[in-house]
């Protein structure tokens, strides 16, 4: 009676069974409607599922419509979604500022909590100033909001040095320190930084996964799609970089600096690739929409190309901004944005992939339309 | 065909694909019943101690409690080995299987092992050095895998150590770990039920097994997580069509009524209705009677069944005119719970008189199609006994007095007027939505693919994957 008695059954008393030429079993469409017809799914646990697609990917009105006509729960208060959306919106189309404020609307004892991260933030702020060439704003923006923050910390204070000290090129992009890293660098050191993000989690909300177990680690580097293609060799980025001349302005120390006093992230994109099954994300400013705007696609070059529009990456210093500023981007977007993957794409995958290695074995009636759900007979 | 509105649903006649809504089968939709559903679903026999009837006696002894068992007297040679199996083989319905063994004194030699046999293993030899067997040694820490010359594998154990043996049948390996740590795994090449095995062989030696009843020391919660995971990733690096996560849920409010729900989605995702056309999906035939059907629903989990009648006569009189369908007695039984959970007994009685004798009689219901569904025949005396208790929620038939019942009621009628529709091509679409079709198509290829893998390995089921949310999100 139970499904997999009936299957078990179902090998045994076909007497002879029937078999292409390349040996692959054929199951009929009647034997295999049958097989369908006794699983036993309850109308429970599908609301759930639509209920958690509702509810990961923004749709916060038609999650509480939803719970009202069917008598589902949500999987988690809806009422925060909304305000995590709104943050999510600024920090997607660029606007650090109103991240920044709506931050602290939300939660004002996590930017007091993480002064790195607001550090960051501030800092390619006045970047932005200095690339737009608005010397004077730079300057007494850093005076007043940057430089009280160094005296309080000297790793502030190195980096609020090295961002004065491009006010001294006239041409940031022909600067002696500026060779330019191509996209496999870049994606080479995007998974530098990931493991590096990774190995300094340490935390874990209430809604939130756990981090990943170590032992994974080292499987991650090549997991990452940005990595497929380029092998991950973060060891040879370092003796190039390390070609730069000056010591204090060392390019290994810039980026181990700026995730060094980097804030725990919650997340990274491999880390909700692990735990998540989701692929690592993509910000992109176009999608302003809020229902839309969690189900990005990952993609580092994507990250990089946003960022390169608001700063320049051939700088080392810059360079090594543009990873801080990745960080706080994650950050932001994890502690206030994922708060699950929605789980039918994944089962939707797995179908695909189900049925692709049951293709191996047997011609049976597959569904290939997802949209009509309609059974294909199986080809003899 | 659901072409002739007149017969409807005749369940007397062998019309299959005519709507049939029992199949959206109500019994299991109460919790305590999808318990016993969902335990026989995942049971399987595993282990538990070792096994006392075919051990070999002559060398060892086992324990009282069977957990242990320790040599006896001086071995001399290679066939007096006192190796034990435990009670049952291991369960194959799972990713992987895992039990470890506790090296109590390593005795004289410390020849201590641990591994997995075979029925009709020769019981005097240890685990490895006869065929269709492996053994993982402590003496010399070698793995032997069938041949009397074994490999060096890993570290030896002695007293203390805990030495722990699984089988992966995600990647068809066995694989060994010692005080928490992995050792080492090596291709599962036997075939067959497997026996875990442990085994003394020198004087003094005893050791002491665990299968699961405590808390191992390797991590095993992990190791099949990220087993899980490696799978997982798999699959979701495979392109699924965009959009299509987005028209499955829309389809399911679609199907089942969920009006509101699907104006406020439809709103918030006003982009994408278009790019629905665009990818040639297709006007949904699930739109068909909505708002009728969404005010249908909530007047049966209302429990207004009155006018659920009174609706139905105005918009799909074909629904109700056979007053001896399946779909008219879900709904006079439904009437006759209301009454019940009101508690006004007198009009119960008299309305089941009225309208439910007649199905105690029919022939429809009398176990007819009760192959997978015992519980059909059944169904009209469940619902009368009710009368018969003082509380009749608390007895095994409570669950219908639940909204859980009213649901099922509310989805058949859904179920049926969608097949009135006369665009609707298929009866299969008026049970089940796109997102249930998928689930139950991913169910059985899961099935069958662990069937092709000598029936191991795990399988999708859809409670235990919302489970695994649930889990997460207390955590």
Known sequence: MFLSRIVLRDLDSIDS????????????????????????????????????????????????????????????????????????????????????????????????????????????????????????????????????????????????????????????????????????????????????????????????????PPQLLPTLQHSSPATAAAPSQPAALLPHRSSFPSPRSSPVAAPSLSFAVAPPLFFSPLHRQLTGAAPPFQIDGRLSHPAQASNAEADWDGLWRQISGLTDYSHPFLFSSTLALAESYFFLYHHFLVIADPKLPSLLKMLIWTQNQLDEKAAYPRINNFSTAALEDPSI | MVANQEQEVDTASPAATAVDPMRLASRWRSPEEWNEVAKELEAEPAPSELNTVNSSGLFAVVSTDKMSVRYLGTNHHGHDVGVVQADRPAPTHRAVYYFEMRVKNAGEKGQTSIGFTCEGFKMRRQPGWESNSCGYHGDDGYLYRGHGKGESFGPKFTSGDIIGAGINYVSQEFFFTKNGSPVGGFPKDIKGPLYPTIAVHSQDEEVTVNFGKEQFCFDIEDYILKEKMRQQSASDKLYLQPDISHWVV???????????????????????????????????????????????????????????????????????????????????????????????????????????????????????????????????????????????????????????????????????????????????SCLYSCLEKLLRQLTVCSFERRAFNNDQGDTFLLHKEMQKCERSRRS
């Not at chain 1, 589902?72 to 979604?81: G, N, R, S």
């Not at chain 1, 909590?113 to 010397?135: C, D, M, S, V, W």
């Not at chain 2, 007649?358 to 219901?365: D, E, G, I, P, V």
């Not at chain 2, 176990?367 to 009710?386: D, K, Y």
């Open chain 1, 17 to 212: 069974p029937t078999y292409m030429a390349s040996s692959k079993k054929v199951v009929t469409r009647d034997v295999w409607e049958r097989k369908l017809r006794d699983v036993k799914i309850r109308k429970e646990d599908m609301n759930r599922l639509v209920m958690n697609f509702l509810v990961t990917e923004g749709y916060v009105d038609a999650a509480d419509k939803f719970r009202v006509e069917s008598g589902t729960q949500p999987d988690i208060d809806l009422a925060t979604i909304t305000d995590r959306m709104e943050v999510k919106r600024a920090v997607q189309s660029g606007n650090v500022q109103e991240a920044i404020e709506k931050i602290n609307d939300l939660n004002p004892t996590i930017l007091d909590t993480n002064p790195q991260l607001y550090f960051h933030l501030q800092q390619q702020k006045l970047i932005e100033l200095i690339r737009a060439g608005k010397i004077n704003e730079a300057l007494e923006f850093a005076q007043e909001e940057l430089a009280p923050r160094g005296e309080e910390n000297q790793a502030f204070l190195e980096e609020i040095e090295k961002t004065v000290a491009l006010l001294v090129f006239e041409d940031v992009k022909n600067c002696p320190y500026g060779e330019l890293l191509d996209v496999s660098q870049r994606l080479k050191t995007a998974s530098e930084v990931n493991a590096a993000i990774l190995t300094s989690q340490s935390h874990e909300k209430a809604f939130l996964r756990s981090p990943p």
């Open chain 2, 250 to 428: 829309r389809s399911y409010l679609l199907h089942y009524g969920y009006q509101d729900t699907l104006n406020s989605f439809d709103m918030a995702s006003e982009t994408d209705p278009p790019a629905n056309h665009q990818n040639g999906f297709g006007e949904p035939p699930e739109m068909y009677g909505i708002s009728h059907r969404k005010i249908l629903r909530q007047l049966i989990m209302s429990g207004d069944i009155d006018s659920t009648f009174k609706r139905l006569g105005e918009w799909y009189p074909q629904v109700i005119k056979d007053e001896k369908s399946v779909i008219c007695f879900l709904l006079h039984s439904q009437r006759f719970i209301e009454y019940i959970r009101a508690e006004e007994c007198e009009d119960a009685v008299k309305y089941a008189r009225a309208n439910l004798a007649s199905f105690l009689t029919h022939k429809a219901f009398d176990g007819a199609h009760g192959n997978f569904w015992p519980f059909r025949f059944s169904m009209p005396f469940e619902i009368v006994a009710l009368l018969a208790y003082d509380k009749p929620a608390e007895t095994c038939i409570g669950y219908l007095l639940d909204s859980p019942q009213r649901e099922f009621v509310a989805d058949a009628v859904n179920a049926t007027v969608l097949s009135t529709n006369p665009n609707m091509k298929d009866p299969e």
